[in-house]
């Protein structure tokens, strides 16, 4: 007599007895749990990873707001002060000083203080400066105050990039919303500093700023909690990454790294020429092209460029490859620079001033890709931070050169932006692919 099977699914099988039935009963319950509990984690690491990014994207707005204050403003800054363009011009060296050093105390501090406490302390030195600029102080003091403003926006910059560049999925998009944050403080900044540049109390601007500036305290304070890079990583799902193994401290390592000072120097440049023409092409206008005090949303139209590049082209970057699009991006940007120096129509200028905005806003964040990329994850934060850090510098160094050269002569300003782009920015794309070889 042959026994048919009992649990196979061919023949006929017995019937199941109590114990079975409880066991069975046990594992689907069980495996509900597990399912319920893989979701409500997930739930979770979105809902905090949006906080995240959410507190990181205002950050940068400030930023992007900051460095497009002052154009709007200077030929208010230089009738209240008396004081001519090289004079003024000061206030992008004070900030240039308060860069770099942001940039060297970020590489310096940030394994030791850690992220959340680090990206505090430079906003609390943004609160600091606009609290000395707001009621218009003497001028040697209120060029100081941009030192500390260069310094908190170093580091909030450096910890910013660092922990976009960190995440591992979708890090492209997110860099690029992250830099359109910037855009969209800059577009907005011009809009009501132009306003203010012509009523009595102009330097009141800075108030707004400051109470920007507090939120964004609040914010960072309240998301972050002093927590460690890699601990506000792991609460949004990310695995926390390959560690250092040597013997030599984080700070000497990335001094060491060619590839990292040529990515530096890089966007030394670049912002240094992104920052030259939104800061001065008010001037320019109202100078050489007989503008009105409404020139300064010609400055807003370059950041809203800046703004939308960043975002719109992100396809055609992907399409193209990130390193060819960038000499595609350059060579309209100086064809549309020389428009605007060339051909004497106030309209035709701010529309190519915007038009070069939208080109030159994608290399940034392709820049910052291209570093997470290829620099080591245990050096990432302090790499990032030092190449933001000191690119930032070129948001001083570039318009202080541009001013002291071109208005000695007068009416030249954006001859120099177009020699910026023709000459620096090619033999840094260079250079960046010479960086991309060696890696």
Same mark, same amino acid.
Not at 40 to 68: K, P, Q, T
Not at 86 to 93: A, K, W
Not at 233 to 258: C, H, K, M, P, W
């Given at each position: 007599m042959e026994l048919q099977p009992i649990s196979s699914g061919i023949g006929p099988s017995l019937p199941a007895t109590p114990g079975e039935e409880s066991v069975k009963s046990l594992n689907s319950n069980v495996h509900r749990d597990e399912d319920h509990e893989s979701?409500?984690?997930?739930?979770?690491? #979105?809902?905090?990873?949006?906080?995240?990014?959410?507190?990181?994207?205002?950050?940068?707005?400030?930023?992007?707001?900051?460095?497009?204050?002052n154009g709007p403003?200077?030929?208010?800054? @230089?009738?209240?002060?008396?004081?001519?363009?090289?004079?003024?011009?000061?206030?992008?060296?004070?900030?240039?000083?308060?860069?770099? $050093?942001?940039a060297l105390?970020?590489?310096?501090?940030?394994?030791? #203080?850690?992220?959340?406490?680090?990206? *505090?302390?430079?906003?609390? /030195? @943004?609160?600091?400066?606009? $609290?000395?600029?707001?009621?218009?102080?003497?001028?040697? /003091?209120?060029?100081?105050?941009? %030192?500390?403003?260069?310094?908190?926006?170093?580091? @909030?910059?450096?910890?910013?990039?660092?922990? *976009?560049?960190?995440l591992r999925l979708n890090s492209e998009l997110y860099m690029g919303m992250l830099h359109a944050s910037y855009g969209a403080g800059a577009l907005s900044s011009p809009l009501l500093a132009t306003q203010f540049a012509q009523m009595q109390h102009w330097s009141f601007h800075y108030l707004v700023s400051l109470g920007l500036a507090l939120s964004n305290v609040i914010m960072l304070t309240l998301t972050f909690r002093g927590r460690t890079l890699?601990?506000?990583?792991?609460?949004?799902?990310?695995?926390?990454?390959?560690?250092?193994?040597?013997?030599?401290?984080?700070?000497?390592?990335?001094?060491?790294?060619?590839?990292v000072h040529i990515l530096a120097f890089f966007t030394l440049v670049y912002v240094g020429v992104e920052v030259t023409i939104g800061?001065?092409?008010?001037?320019?206008?109202?100078?050489?092209?007989?503008?009105?005090?409404?020139?300064?949303?010609?400055?807003?139209?370059?950041?809203?460029?800046?703004?939308?590049?960043?975002?719109?082209?992100?396809?055609l970057n992907q399409k193209v490859g990130e390193q060819r699009v960038l000499y595609l991006y350059v060579v309209l940007a100086i064809s549309l620079e020389l428009i605007v120096w060339l051909v004497p129509s106030l309209i035709g200028g701010a529309v190519a001033v915007a038009l070069i905005g939208v080109f030159l806003g994608p290399i940034y964040p392709i820049v910052m890709n291209h570093?997470?990329?290829? #620099?080591?994850?245990? /050096?990432?934060?302090?790499?990032?931070?030092?190449?933001?850090?000191?690119? @930032?510098?070129?948001?001083?160094?570039?318009?202080?050169?541009?001013?002291?050269?071109?208005?000695?002569?007068?009416?030249?300003?954006?001859?120099?932006?177009?020699?910026?782009?023709?000459?620096?920015?090619?033999? %840094? /794309?260079?250079?960046r692919s010479n960086f991309t070889s060696q890696n």
């Open positions: 979701q409500g984690a997930s739930s979770s690491h #979105v809902i905090r990873a949006r906080l995240h990014l959410c507190a990181i994207y205002f950050s940068m707005f400030l930023a992007g707001w900051n460095d497009a204050s403003l200077i030929p208010r800054m @230089q009738k209240v002060y008396d004081v001519g363009f090289l004079l003024v011009s000061l206030t992008f060296v004070v900030s240039c000083v308060g860069f770099i $050093s942001g105390m970020n590489v310096h501090w940030t394994d030791k #203080v850690g992220f959340g406490r680090m990206i *505090v302390f430079g906003a609390l /030195l @943004q609160v600091a400066a606009y $609290s000395i600029q707001a009621p218009a102080p003497p001028f040697p /003091l209120f060029a100081i105050s941009f %030192s500390l403003n260069g310094f908190g926006i170093a580091i @909030q910059n450096a910890q910013t990039n660092a922990y *976009v560049a960190s890699d601990e506000c990583l792991s609460l949004v799902g990310e695995a926390v990454g390959e560690t250092n193994t040597s013997d030599r401290s984080n700070f000497r390592q990335i001094l060491s790294l060619r590839g800061g001065w092409i008010t001037t320019y206008i109202i100078d050489v092209r007989d503008g009105g005090p409404s020139a300064g949303y010609i400055s807003s139209g370059f950041f809203g460029g800046i703004m939308v590049g960043r975002l719109a082209l992100l396809w570093a997470g990329r290829v #620099v080591p994850r245990w /050096l990432l934060s302090g790499s990032i931070g030092w190449i933001a850090g000191f690119g @930032q510098a070129g948001s001083a160094l570039l318009p202080f050169y541009n001013w002291s050269y071109c208005f000695k002569g007068r009416h030249q300003g954006s001859s120099t932006v177009a020699h910026l782009h023709d000459g620096n920015v090619p033999n %840094s /794309l260079g250079a």
